[in-house]
Each structure stands twice: as structure tokens, then as C-alpha cells.
């Protein structure tokens, strides 16, 4: 083979897998906050997917026990189980059912209601729970039971808004209290046998650690938040 070929095909290959390598390379770069990406990495594996589409299906199974505990812990809220059977299948269908007020409002919306000292629901489980798995549902794209599809539909921002935002709902639930100075949602308090149930405290711990995961994956950083009665729940789709 002539000289001159030879020259043309080695400096193909050699720009061949220049490319690979900045491709590959800047696939495994994560910039938090970073405006040049708006927080998006640029590709996930099938890997990565597989576990984020994991962690959805498993948010989901968390929230549902979540719910059912405490409707058992918190019967004022909702004393018929069949009632309360309904409401959990509403909130965790495809479409809501029931209740118009608060099924169609943004995911912050209806955790500020769940903690309000006056609420137009009085079932402030069924709130709590709505709020919960629909900030899932705005994190991850969920639509009509279908799971996460691409990588690039999470953006960073939202899984830290999301972290943001159920961390301050496991710090209200040990914390807001109504005007006669009780808890609003019963959840780690000792039984008359003093047993503390901390199955609550188990399934938030869960969740947040799966949102940490998911965060770490698009090359961002979980951060500790300090919580007030002032602080609000912040919208994860803007």
C-alpha cells in the first residue's frame, strides 16, 4: 500500500478515537449547578437507567406502606378502611379519583396544605401522600403508571429539589403540631407497651438515600438543610 495512504489512515484512526475519548470523557463529567449544562449530565448507561427506573418502582412500594401506616397510626383522618383502601388506590393510580381540589395542583402545593394550620381537606394523610408521590411523578417524568424512558429528562435541579423537599416533610412530621400542642401526624410515638415503631423513620430514610444515589449519578452533591417554620417546599417543576 502506498505511503501516502497509510498516513491518511493513521491519522483517521487517530482522530477516531480522539472523538471517543472527549465523547466518553465529558459523558462521565457531572457539574453541579453548572449553567453550561443546567445540571444535566449528558448520558446515562443502561445501567444507570436501570436503577432509577428501580428506584421510581420502589418510591412507589415505600409511599404505599408509608400511607397504609399511617392511616393505622392516624384514624381520625380517616376512620373507614375501605375509605382509606380507596384514597391510596387514587393516589397511586393513573388518574386521580375522588377529591378535586388539591388532584391537580403542583406537588408543593399540596405538601404546604398537608402541614397548614387550616385546610380545605381535612384528610391531611391523603394530602401528605398526594404531595409525596406526586413530587416522584414531576421528578422523574412518571406518566400514567409508565416509568422513567430517558436519562435526559432528570434534570439535577429537580432531584435536589425533590431531596429538598422530603427531607423538610420528615422533619415536619416530627415537629408541626396543631393548636392543642399535638403532633399532626402520629408516626414514632411509643405505644402503651412504650414500643417505638420506627418503620417510619426506615421508609423516609430509604427514599432519601435512593434520591442521594440518583443525585450522585448526575454528578451532583446531597446537602444538609436546617429547617424552620418559616421555610417553604420549594416547586421542582418551574
Known sequence: MPRPVVGA????????????VLLFGLAGCGFSGSKANDGVRGFFTPTDVSIIR??????????????ARLYAKNPRYEKDPAQQRRKIDSI???????????AFKPSHAILTAAFQGEVAEPDR????????WKS??????????????SGLQIPLERLQRL??????????LKTCKDKSGKLLFITNEAGEDGYINM??????????TRIEDDIIMRGGLPEQYIF???TMFVGIVI
Open 136 to 149: 416522584i411523578r414531576e421528578t422523574y417524568n412518571v406518566r400514567d403508571g409508565d416509568f422513567f424512558l
Open 125 to 132: 394523610i391523603y394530602l401528605l401522600s398526594l404531595g409525596l
Open 163 to 172: 431531596h429538598h423537599n422530603i427531607s423538610q416533610v420528615n422533619w415536619r
Open 199 to 208: 418503620g417510619y423513620e426506615v421508609i423516609m430514610t430509604r427514599i432519601l
Open 228 to 230: 424552620k417554620m418559616s
Open 54 to 67: 428501580h428506584h421510581v418502582q420502589q418510591y412507589r412500594g415505600s409511599l404505599r406502606e408509608f400511607t
Open 92 to 102: 397511586f393510580g393513573p388518574l386521580p379519583t375522588g377529591e378535586q381540589l388539591y
Open 9 to 20: 489512515l493513521s491519522k483517521a484512526v487517530a482522530l477516531i478515537l480522539m472523538v471517543f
